[in-house]
């Protein structure tokens, strides 16, 4: 997981049509992390909205 949040690197354009739509909401997260597949997507999540959006993690 810490590998994700070092390697992951958000798209510019994808941070721009995030701006656009001006959400401004909470992210909430629900995960184990014994799953492969949120392992490898949750921590690309968290470091997508870091910085616009609050992000918890449970």
Avoid at 23 to 50: H, M, N, Y
Wanted: net charge negative; with cysteine.
């Amino acid at each position: 997981m810490d590998r994700t949040v070092k390697k992951y690197v958000p798209d510019e354009d994808q941070l721009k049509e995030l701006a656009a739509k001006n959400f401004d909401g909470k992210i909430l997260i629900i995960s184990e992390a014994w799953c492969g597949d949120a392992s490898a997507t949750v921590p690309a999540l968290f470091r997508f909205f870091e910085g616009h959006n609050e992000v918890k993690v449970f």
